[in-house]
């Protein structure tokens, strides 16, 4: 019998009208036709997209914890338009025209989330109020201007990406300090662990069977273990993204990097009235330290900054309430809006996202073996877990279409650095883009140290 004791790894749990009780594990072995391993938005969309095509399709999710237990019911709610690495692929004559058509089906990929959610009568909070950018320094204001040109440049229009002087910008939303911005349409607010957890019912619904608390120790072709029963299929795909480093041989293939998000108490409508973001765009601004926002459907803010990285891979699913990581998101939230010094942070909460190499995500999969993977999102999996699992469900039907000629349709990353080379390495850079990001608020030159955290990672 399933375990009642489930503790809310987030807000977005605690916040569903049910709380979440955990679905019978995998007991004994068992014959389909399809095995996805991982319960997040990839293995979900990839299994509602499937079953959508071939109804009499026998398909098995099976999870570790329960279905969006991961970054898909932790991550900041952004349905947005992009992802890391794309911009490279973008930059490359050998992938450019590839990587422009995969960014063309990402501004439709928000909208379809919002489409699926919605036929499949799931209430995801799903507002597409679009996305803020805001550059709080000259140097950051300048690095957003070049990359609007370089998006216009590329032919994309005005109707995608709008540049918005310090005035336009202070209209829709008051950042302290904002010089001026970039603002997309192409975004929209959600809450994760509704559209998480409503994929998985409406699966259940649908036949699709999932197996929760059913952690997966191997997988080969044609087979996958867990420590009560085995899984065969032709055909097995992992969806596992900052989990991955848990399988055996993969511990350098991912990189799990932690987010820390919190969330605010409900605000008042003065607040609102001073802050702005009316109609829940998301807001970020343009440090180096990435950071990310929304306005929920109850009126709360939820913010988040990133990246904590454990030795050896490491994996953290709860954090202690009183750890640095939330002091330093709080005071990055006030920088923003200096208003809120006196507003109750209620929630506090973490959770790995998956990094390649070289920041760029994949989806794969080998006719030969029937084995498929699909990771490194990088944070911003929430439209790319949709667009992810359709092009997967294309190639695991063995069709050739625009979607499976993407750019990121078999793209290979090298392994990650072994440790200890891994956690110096990468907790370096990271501390040099902290300070590049200090010597622009305070007027001065990043140097060496943004030329370096520029160099290694994708923004």
């Not at 507002?127 to 994309?156: H, N, T, V, W």
């Not at 999996?381 to 695991?396: D, F, K």
Request: proline fraction near 5%; aromatic fraction near 10%; charged fraction near 25%.
């Amino acid at each position: 019998m399933a375990s009642e004791n489930f503790r809310s790894p987030s807000f977005w749990f605690s916040d569903l009208e049910e709380p979440v009780v955990p679905r019978a594990p995998l007991e004994g072995d068992a014959q389909f036709d399809v095995a996805i391993v991982g319960a997040g938005y990839t293995g979900l969309w990839t299994a509602y997209y499937l079953n959508k095509r071939e109804p009499g399709c026998r398909i098995a999710v099976v999870d570790a914890e329960v279905a969006g237990f991961g970054a898909s019911g932790r991550n900041g709610g952004w349905c947005a338009y992009h992802f890391s690495g794309l911009e490279s692929l973008m930059a490359d004559p050998n992938t450019r025209e590839r990587a422009l058509a995969l960014q063309r089906a990402m501004f439709d990929a928000v909208d379809e989330v919002g489409r699926a959610s919605a036929a499949a009568g799931i209430d995801c909070d799903y507002a597409k109020g679009g996305a803020l950018i805001a550059g709080r320094s000259r140097p950051d204001l300048e690095r957003l201007r070049e990359e609007y040109e370089e998006m216009l440049d590329l032919g994309f229009s005005e109707d995608d990406f709008t540049w918005l002087d310090a005035s336009a910008f202070a209209e829709r939303a008051r950042i302290d300090g904002a010089l001026g911005g970039l603002y997309s349409p192409h975004c929209a607010a959600l809450q994760p662990a509704k559209l998480a957890c409503g994929l998985a019912s409406f699966l259940e619904a649908r036949g699709v069977s999932v197996f929760e608390q059913s952690p997966v120790r191997t997988i080969a072709k044609g087979i996958i273990t867990t420590d009560r029963g085995r899984i065969r299929a032709e055909n097995v795909l992992r969806c596992t993204e900052g989990y991955t480093c848990r399988l055996p041989g993969l511990k350098r293939a991912i990189m799990p990097l932690h987010s820390m998000m919190i969330a605010t108490e409900p605000l008042p409508d003065s607040i609102w009235k001073e802050i702005g973001l009316h109609g829940r765009p998301t807001f970020a601004d343009r440090r180096r330290s990435v950071t990310y926002g929304q306005r929920t459907a109850d009126d709360r803010l939820t913010f988040g900054t990133r990246g904590n990285y454990y030795y050896g891979s490491g994996l953290r699913d709860y954090f202690d309430p009183n750890s640095p990581s939330f002091a330093h998101t709080h005071s990055a939230l006030l920088e923003l809006f200096p208003s809120l010094n006196d507003v109750e942070i209620t929630h506090r909460w973490g959770g790995a996202i998956g990094v390649t190499r070289d920041w760029a995500p994949f989806v794969r999969f080998d006719p030969r073996t029937g084995l498929g993977a699909v990771g490194g999102f990088a944070g911003n999996g929430v439209a790319a877990a949709n667009l992810a699992g359709r092009t997967l469900v294309e190639l695991v039907l063995r069709e050739t279409t625009e979607r499976t000629s993407f750019a990121w349709v078999n793209h290979a990353s090298r392994n990650w650095e072994p440790e200890p080379l891994r956690w110096l390495g990468f907790n370096a850079v990271l501390t040099m883009g902290e300070w590049a990001d200090a010597a622009e608020q305070k007027g001065r030159d990043a140097g060496l140290y943004g030329r370096i955290f520029e160099a290694f990672v994708a923004h």
